[in-house]
């Protein structure tokens, strides 16, 4: 099974491989947002914005956004985006990358792939944007995008975007995240059967 063998429906945010429906790396995870207390209505808010954010950053870096046209309370969010790859030299050679575990029968969209000089030694980093609160299931979710992807990557981040046009750049190293992910994922099948 191939990425290329992989199709998403945007409208219902599933993702299918021939017949066979697989669960998403967020629906895989979402039980344990619930954990956190966060109310389902915040955090379905703050995914349709965030999802927003993504579609500028995306735009962006394919060099298609028209800016003058983006809605002024995205404008921070990108403006801070611009300022990472400023300040990081990061270039991002992905974006917005659909993964496939082939073994596992998971799928996800992750959202930069990129590569920049770290003391003088190139590295490949998968980040995950964020642009609200930074949920605890995020180094799971990055680990799970990693080990779908058929490249290694070097590193893991979170990039938090905020509106006041800063952002925190935090390193995804808990050597537990992958196996949180797979524990969440042996749940979702249980749950599901």
């Not at 895989?28 to 619930?34: A, G, K, S």
């Not at 490249?151 to 949180?180: H, M, N, V």
């Amino acid at each position: 099974m191939l990425a290329a063998d992989l199709q998403f429906d945007a409208e219902t945010h599933r993702y299918t491989v021939g017949s066979e429906r697989l669960p998403s790396v967020t629906e895989v995870l979402d039980p344990l947002l619930e954990l956190d207390g966060i109310p389902k209505h915040v955090l379905k808010a703050a995914a349709e914005f965030g999802t927003h954010v993504h579609m500028a950053t995306d735009l962006f870096d394919k060099g298609v956004l028209d800016e003058p046209a983006l809605d002024p309370h995205l404008a921070p969010y990108l403006a801070a985006w611009k300022i990472f790859l400023r300040d990081t030299r990061a270039v991002v050679d992905a974006s917005e990358v659909r993964v496939v575990h082939a073994k596992l029968r998971y799928a996800g969209t992750f959202d930069k792939a990129v590569h920049w000089k770290k003391r003088g030694v190139l590295r490949t980093a998968l980040i995950d944007i964020k642009s609200g609160e930074v949920p605890r299931t995020v180094g799971p979710q990055t680990a799970a995008y990693a080990e779908a992807h058929p490249f290694k990557f070097a590193e893991r981040y979170c990039l938090q975007l905020r509106g006041d046009a800063t952002y925190r750049l935090t390193r995804l190293t808990d050597p537990t995240d992958w196996s949180i992910f797979l524990s969440a994922l042996n749940l979702h099948r249980w749950r599901t059967k």
